[in-house]
T-cell receptor, first 116, second 108 residues
Framework: ETGVTQTPRHLVMGMTNKKSLKCEQH?????MYWYKQSAKKPLELMFV???????ENNSVPSRFSPECPNSSHLFLHLHTLQPEDSALYLC???????????????FGEGSWLTVV | QKEVEQNSGPLSVPEGAIASLNCTYS??????FFWYRQYSGKSPELIMF????GDKEDGRFTAQLNKASQYVSLLIRDSQPSDSATYLC????????FGQGTELSVKP
């Protein structure tokens, strides 16, 4: 239990569906992240939120839409995805976003997404 | 050149041996270095972080950092089958960049 909770853990969706991934952190952190992990590839940073403000968007297609209503919750809204978007989507949080020594990030258990 | 590079493995060691995992990075301004362990089908979990040159020990794990040579390593002493996992190196300069991970297999 890392203090970062993701739901659902598994999701299968068609290419025309709309679904959302949810993340909640109970650590009092101020920064939250979405990562994508595909087989045999490094973790890819998708979005960063700091104090509920999106501060980073790493060229992610618009079919992925993040939402951060408060510092404890983060959503990833999914719409008209492609089969190649099938992956493990990891939410994470850290105390701050700044590159400070020891500012570690903690991951949730992940949401396995399959697009059919 | 990849920003953070790890040998993907698999690295196979016998139980009780020392496992040595290596990571090189390209950004000389990097300040913090992290090792995560990821079991198959699970999310990464933090093992250690280090930010000063030299060694940092925590139980059976030792992280070694050499900024001049731009590498960081993780040694696991007395390896156990339960250590079998993928080990991710992460390096923070302005951003936190992950390597692709090294798969470790500890054989009984």
């Amino acid at each position: 239990e890392t203090g970062v909770t993701q739901t659902p853990r598994h999701l299968v969706m068609g290419m025309t569906n709309k679904k959302s991934l949810k993340c909640e952190q109970h650590l009092g952190h101020n920064a939250m992240y979405w990562y994508k992990q595909s087989a045999k590839k490094p973790l890819e940073l998708m979005f960063v939120y700091s104090l509920e403000e999106r501060v980073e968007n790493n060229s992610v297609p618009s079919r992925f839409s993040p939402e951060c209503p408060n510092s404890s919750h983060l959503f990833l809204h999914l719409h008209t995805l492609q089969p190649e978007d099938s992956a493990l989507y990891l939410c994470a949080s850290s105390q701050t976003r700044a590159g400070r020594s020891g500012n570690t990030i903690y991951f949730g258990e992940g949401s396995w997404l399959t697009v059919v | 050149q990849k920003e953070v590079e790890q040998n993907s493995g698999p690295l196979s060691v016998p139980e009780g041996a020392i496992a040595s995992l290596n990571c090189t990075y390209s950004d000389r301004g990097s300040q913090s270095f992290f090792w995560y362990r990821q079991y198959s089908g699970k999310s990464p979990e933090l093992i250690m972080f280090i930010y000063s040159n030299g060694d940092k020990e925590d139980g059976r794990f030792t992280a070694q950092l050499n900024k001049a040579s731009q590498y960081v390593s993780l040694l696991i002493r007395d390896s156990q089958p339960s250590d079998s996992a993928t080990y991710l190196c992460a390096v923070r300069g302005g951003k936190l960049i992950f390597g692709q991970g090294t798969e470790l297999s500890v054989k009984p």
